[in-house]
């Protein structure tokens, strides 16, 4: 079979990519936008770096900030009954993964109304047209969703965060400023960088892995590895790097998958509401070494990518290097080492079932099974 590949039409990178935006909505004929934003980036002014450039440039907009963090079913289809009530012809995502993904189920739906349950679009929908076009601005570096084909809805009432798959989501032009992004506080920043980890880390070992999506795995860890700690500590280089690491690597594991690290985090943000970068940096280090036997030598180049010098390692203490790398980081960035505080014991067959459904889970590279998922879980209580 055939592998594909499907990346934004346009991207901006950099210091001041946002000032693009007026140029990129003119050249489209665009007339009117749906700016998708949650209430805290409204209350904090990032929303309003974007406005600023629309109202100079004389751009007709519409706000629509009713998003939560871990959005849900109501979030969208509340928005697209304001995207068409507004007669919006596109949308700006301005946010982390809530916005952008909400902007996509929204646009999804807007174009594809017999989806409108958004239930029906869990995995990959057989939806028809592109969505209402989305310029995407990410403020986290993290879920790289400006790039990825993948957007996570929560159904409250099922308890269960619903992967969607479906390269019609796509926004055409991502604007990837790390001023956008400087205004993140340390924890939320250590947090959705250790999101972007785990999607390289899990794309570079996942089933479909190939020599393209390698090469971007590869260097997005390199720069994670080089540029967390510093974006913590807010400077610009490290929020140049992170801006970059994030976004290569959601080049790479938006078209070849990820593993049961995010299949353990979904059903953690849907219960608990636990962030999901914070979920997946405490569930990683476990998953790797759970992982380690099906990954061949793998974990020499993603050890070699975090900076540790692997002359004269065998394979076992190679992976374990690469294990503590990750743990070294995540620590530093002081990211919590088990669930103990998140996870009730109760809760676990729940949490098993729902991971062994997820929709990253046959990506990962090692069979798995509910009970040891289970055994996964237990073992970070
Ligand atoms: N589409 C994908 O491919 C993909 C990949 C991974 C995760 N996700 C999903 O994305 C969501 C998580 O997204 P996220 O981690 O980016 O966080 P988020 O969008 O949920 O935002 C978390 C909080 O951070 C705040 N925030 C965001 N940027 C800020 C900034 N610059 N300054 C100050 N505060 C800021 C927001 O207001 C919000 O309160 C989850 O639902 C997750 O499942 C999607
Ligand atoms: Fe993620």
Same mark, same amino acid.
């Given at each position: ?116 349950? $958004? ?70 920043? *250590? ?39 510093? *974006? $913590? ?33 979904? #059903? ?16 990683? #280090? ?38 503590? *790398? ?56």
């Amino acid at each position: 079979m055939a592998n594909r590949f499907i990346l934004n039409e346009t991207s901006y990178h950099g210091s001041g990519a946002i000032q693009e935006i007026p140029n990129e909505v003119k050249a489209r004929g665009f007339h009117k936008a749906m700016v998708c934003s949650d209430p805290d980036l409204i209350k904090f002014g990032v929303t309003k770096k974007v406005t600023d450039l629309l109202d100079e440039a004389g751009l007709e907009y519409v706000i629509y900030s009713d998003i939560k963090a871990n959005p849900t079913i109501e979030n969208v289809q509340h928005g697209v009954k304001f995207l068409q009530d507004a007669k919006a012809d596109y949308m700006i995502a301005i946010g982390g993964g809530s916005s952008m993904d909400t902007a996509k189920a929204i646009g999804i739906i807007d174009k594809n109304p017999e989806f409108a349950d $958004v239930r029906s679009l869990e995995g990959v929908a057989d939806t028809k047209n592109p969505c209402t076009p989305i310029l995407a601005v990410p403020t986290t570096a993290g879920t790289a969703a400006e790039v990825t084909i993948n957007y996570v809805i929560t159904d409250a009432q099922k308890d269960r965060k619903m992967v969607c798959v479906d390269p019609h989501d796509l926004p055409i032009v991502a604007f990837v400023d790390p001023d956008m992004m400087s205004s993140m506080p340390k924890g939320l920043t *250590a947090a959705t960088g250790m999101d972007a980890l785990t999607h390289a880390i899990e794309g570079y070992i996942t089933a479909g892995a190939w020599e393209m999506s390698d090469m971007f795995h590869l260097k997005a860890i390199e720069l994670i590895a080089k540029h967390l700690r510093g *974006a $913590v500590e807010n400077t610009p280089e490290g929020r140049e790097g992170m801006a970059l690491g994030q976004y290569i690597a959601g080049m790479g594991f938006s078209n070849v998958g990820l593993g049961i690290v995010h299949s353990m985090a979904h #059903p953690l943000g849907a219960l608990y509401d636990t962030p999901h970068g914070v979920a997946n940096a405490i569930i990683l #280090p476990t998953v790797m070494a759970y992982n380690a036997p099906a990954t061949g030598t793998k974990y020499k180049d993603i050890a070699e990518a975090m900076g540790v010098d692997t002359t004269g390692m065998d394979q076992e203490t190679y992976r374990q290097a690469a294990i503590d *790398a990750v743990k070294k980081l995540s620590q530093d960035v002081g990211i919590p080492t088990d669930l103990k505080d998140i996870v009730k014991a109760e809760d676990l067959d729940f949490l098993s079932e729902s991971a062994y459904a997820d929709a990253c889970r046959p990506g990962n590279p090692r069979e798995t099974s509910v009970e040891e998922i289970k055994e996964l879980y237990q073992s970070l209580l």
